[in-house]
């Protein structure tokens, strides 16, 4: 007994002195700290391990205590959990959030010193995405807030390994593109079926006059208040001036149209409003930048003949708000230009584990919880930080969403344009906002005595003792399909996006209902299962879940005529070969009239014909494929280049040169940016004619865990924008059909050219005024030393390259690069555009590296 209260003792002057040293933690200020992330050894061990470090500088005026607080920050990578400095330890808490706590080793750090803390990346670092991002402090003695740091800083790397992408390889590949006259340049972009170019211009002045068939009464408001802004002036028609006719001809297509530019008049014919709609944008891309950049009292357009319908009825952007948040006018500044360059759909991935995006005023739990991200442990009223969202709800790319006045105004915005706006309600996997606001909404009801109400939304079983993890590391991100309560909510989430899309005047033809990535190993000890299936023979394993669960999604479609769209894995069956699982195309739905989008064509990995096998099973498919049409990939392996490269290194370059009918034909190098094996492709399906009828078009991605500001977005996505326009409404270019690879490519090459004089002399320089202006890439220039001088080249001639030789790095008022330059001292070049914006800088010096 004596023991036990001197034990007691002990332990009550251990938490006094603890309290008395927590008393004191608050005072110090964290946002006098500077934490700077590192590489110190990209192949740590020889092992392909990455030795990062952080260093903690304390700016302030009292002491960093050595224990009583942990750093929590984000991450996509896994870490060895003990630091290699031996003085703290990281650990996963959920998703991408980790927190680091120091140990009995690590020091106080005094006002005006640092601290280090080494630690072990299980793959090496190659980009400055893969650094920590948003580290924030919590002290032990409040561990429900966190407080926001002073500063956090990414220390540049020039990581040396195989493959790195260096400015003279990229003046190498730059060498191919010949500078073509703006005068000779094709005047419309994507491509006319048929094009051809006549003498004189027409001139545009206020006293056209527009003749319209009744039908296109909205396209003719559209285009009067867009030539007037350029104009500068209303239109005052004069009888004896030029026309503008917008006729109709029943026989053409439902988005064809016909261009006719001659002295007199412009005349656009098309069946249909999109197709005169289109006839538009394309007389708008024969204007030259100078209107867009200020009003012009007269404009000139050049004389042409254009007769044109697109390739492929299903053009579309996916842009994921979930993961990081946009604003409701960055989403309208994305389908103006997608409507310019003739794309028909905004797939809107509205919610995920770490957002929900929409109003739905049956729901309100769904934004009031959902839609928030900050400091928690158990996301009972907000999520957690992520993708480096901080502490609070105040960093705008992590909390956010679109009240639905603003999502009725997207809308209205869209249909105007012919854009259809495809909703994505993630489920049964990546859930988990949607989960935590039922949660919250059960929780709310059940202490109000109100059981039957906080149940009938709920979306897990309370007592589904089930463990798993998700690709993402979630640990509680599935819905639970075997609820019926399940089936309350999504009939309550699909009546609210019907009442939207109405009350909009928006068409609604389907619902992307997700599908993708529900990891193993969920649902097998959750009670509601383990109930249905005993009363339902036909349920077997938990794998059967997915079909009773779209099964029941589709019925509620169906009866509101309303069609399925999903990722690739709704169309797939789980099976085994020789032992091995597999997936075949699921036979129940292929009739149903679903639609999938295939995005697994990862080179190397086994799935490269997925989207062709389902093609050929008879669903209808839109390749999204990573290879080629994901914008969130890094351009090339640089540490300057933002994005993820799981799937591929991915430059406008691999959107331009996608052939959709035999994607394996363009495949020229792996995920790694090395040369392709082309024995991955033995034995994969090729696509079939009856498969070609069912690739219903094409779809450009981009995930945003890696974009958290409308320029990053912007940079991510234009100009990459207009080589999937390209491919996705232009018919397949003759390269394509080559069978002699050497002309093929002879052939590609001079196309390649000319795509590139027209981005960087017409695109461009429209791209830069465009709703005030679009922060499109500016690619790094090309540099090569070549007998004592350096060369440099550019992707987009039209840009113009500037450069230093005093190590500074150029600006808009450095001097102009027009032949070679001394290799003398640090040389500096950089791209900049008509507006005196620029881009990453190359720096001659990096050629002489060894090691690359």
């Keep these: 007994m004596m023991r036990r209260f001197i034990v007691l003792l002990l332990v009550a002057a251990v938490n006094v002195k603890a309290f008395a040293a927590n008393a004191d933690e608050p005072k110090f200020n964290p946002k006098n700290l500077v934490i700077t992330w590192e590489v110190v050894d990209n192949n740590y061990q020889n092992k392909g ?8 500088t304390n700016k302030g005026k009292t002491s960093l205590p050595a224990s009583g607080w942990k750093f929590y920050f984000n991450s996509s990578r896994n870490f060895v959990a003990n630091a290699v400095s031996g003085n703290a330890r990281i650990e996963p808490i959920n998703g991408d959030l980790y927190s680091i706590t120091p140990n009995a080793e690590f020091k106080a750090i005094k006002p005006g010193k640092s601290g280090r803390i080494d630690y072990i990346c299980e793959s090496p670092v190659v ?78 002045t206020n006293s056209i006059a527009i003749e319209s068939d009744p039908l296109f009464e909205g396209e003719k408001r559209y285009f009067i208040t867009g030539i007037e802004k350029l104009l500068g002036s209303k239109l005052k028609p004069s009888a004896s001036g030029k026309k503008v006719i917008f006729k109709k001809d029943a026989s053409l297509g439902a988005e064809a149209y016909q261009l006719s530019i001659t002295p007199d008049a412009i005349t656009i014919t098309a069946a249909t409003p999109a197709g005169l709609f289109y006839g538009i944008q394309s007389f708008k891309t024969t204007l030259s930048a100078e209107p867009w950049a200020k009003p012009q009292s007269s404009i000139t357009v050049p004389c042409l003949e254009v007769a044109d319908e697109p390739r492929f009825p299903y053009r579309a952007v996916m842009l994921d708000v979930a993961r990081n948040f946009q604003t409701k006018e960055q989403v309208l500044k994305l389908i103006n230009l997608m409507a310019v360059y003739k794309l028909n759909v905004l797939h809107f991935h509205l919610t995920n584990d770490e957002g929900w995006r929409i109003e739905l005023p049956s729901l309100p739990e769904l934004t009031a919880v959902g839609s928030k991200r900050g400091h928690t442990l158990d996301s009972k009223n907000y999520l957690p930080a992520s993708h480096g969202s901080g502490p609070d709800f105040s960093n705008t790319a992590g909390t956010g969403y679109y009240t639905k006045a603003d999502y009725i105004e997207i809308l209205k915005y869209a249909n105007e344009r012919h854009v259809m706006v495809l909703p994505e309600i993630e489920s049964p996997g990546h859930a988990r906002a949607s989960i935590k606001a039922m949660d919250n909404r059960y929780t709310r009801l059940m202490a109000a005595g109100d059981k039957a109400g906080a149940e009938r939304y709920l979306l897990r079983d309370v007592n589904d003792k089930s463990e798993y993890r998700s690709v993402q590391y979630w640990n509680d991100n599935v819905i639970d399909v075997a609820m019926p309560s399940t089936y309350n909510y999504f009939e309550t989430v699909i009546n609210d996006l019907v009442n939207i899309y109405k009350e909009a005047s928006a068409p609604l033809p389907a619902i992307h209902f997700g599908g993708d990535e529900v990891p193993p190993h969920v649902w097998e000890k959750s009670p509601s299962y383990l109930a249905l299936k005993d009363k339902n023979p036909e349920i077997k394993n938990t794998g059967d879940l997915w079909y009773y669960f779209y099964g029941k999604l589709n019925a509620m479609l169906k009866k509101r005529n309303i069609t399925m769209s999903g990722w690739e894995e709704m169309a797939l069956r789980k099976t085994t070969v020789d032992g091995q699982n597999t997936y075949v195309p699921n036979p129940q739905f292929v009739n149903e009239g679903m639609q999938v989008d295939v995005w697994n064509n990862v080179l190397g990995d086994g799935q490269e014909d997925l989207a062709y ?21 890094a351009n090339y392996k640089s540490f300057d280049e933002p994005g993820y490269y799981w799937g591929a290194f991915l430059g406008i370059d691999k959107f331009y040169s996608f052939i959709p009918f035999d994607y394996f034909k363009n495949a020229d190098v792996d995920k790694n940016g090395q040369p392709i094996n082309r024995n991955i492709f033995t034995g994969k399906q090729r696509l079939t004619d009856y498969g070609k009828q069912n690739i219903i078009g094409l779809q450009g991605a981009l995930w945003t865990e890696t974009v958290k500001t409308a320029d990053r977005m912007d940079y991510m996505v234009f100009p990459k924008l207009i080589g999937l326009a390209e491919r996705a409404w232009a018919k397949d270019p003759a390269w394509t059909m080559e069978k002699d690879t050497t002309k093929a490519r002879a052939m590609y090459n001079a196309e390649w050219s000319k795509f590139m004089n027209i981005l960087g002399k017409r695109e461009l320089p429209r791209l830069n005024y465009y709703q005030g202006g ?12 070549q007998d004592g001088k350096y060369l440099s080249n550019i992707q987009y001639p039209g840009l113009t390259i500037r450069y230093t030789t005093d190590g500074t790095e150029p600006t808009a008022s450095s001097k102009v690069y027009d032949g070679p ?19 990453n800088v190359a720096e001659g010096s990096e050629n002489n590296k060894p090691g690359i």
């Design 49 to 56: 391990e990455a030795l990062t470090a952080i260093t903690i």
């Design 774 to 785: 679009y922060s499109f890439r500016i690619p790094k220039p090309g540099v090569v030393l």
């Design 821 to 839: 330059v001394d290799a003398t001292g640090t040389v500096k070049f950089r791209a900049f555009d008509t507006k005196g914006r620029g881009g």
């Design 613 to 633: 096998k389902l093609a050929n099973g008879g669903y209808k498919v839109v390749l999204t494929c990573v290879t080629n049409l994901y914008f969130d990939m």
């Design 127 to 204: 980009n400055f995405t893969d650094a920590i991002e948003g580290p924030y402090l919590v002290w032990d003695s409040e561990p429900n807030k966190g407080y926001a740091i002073g500063d956090f800083v990414v220390k540049p790397f020039n990581p040396t390994y195989l493959g790195l992408i260096t400015p003279e390889i990229i003046y190498n590949q730059n060498k191919i593109i010949q500078d073509i006259p703006a005068a000779s340049l094709q005047k419309i972009i994507p491509t006319p079926a048929s094009y051809k170019e006549n003498s004189g211009s027409f001139t545009i």
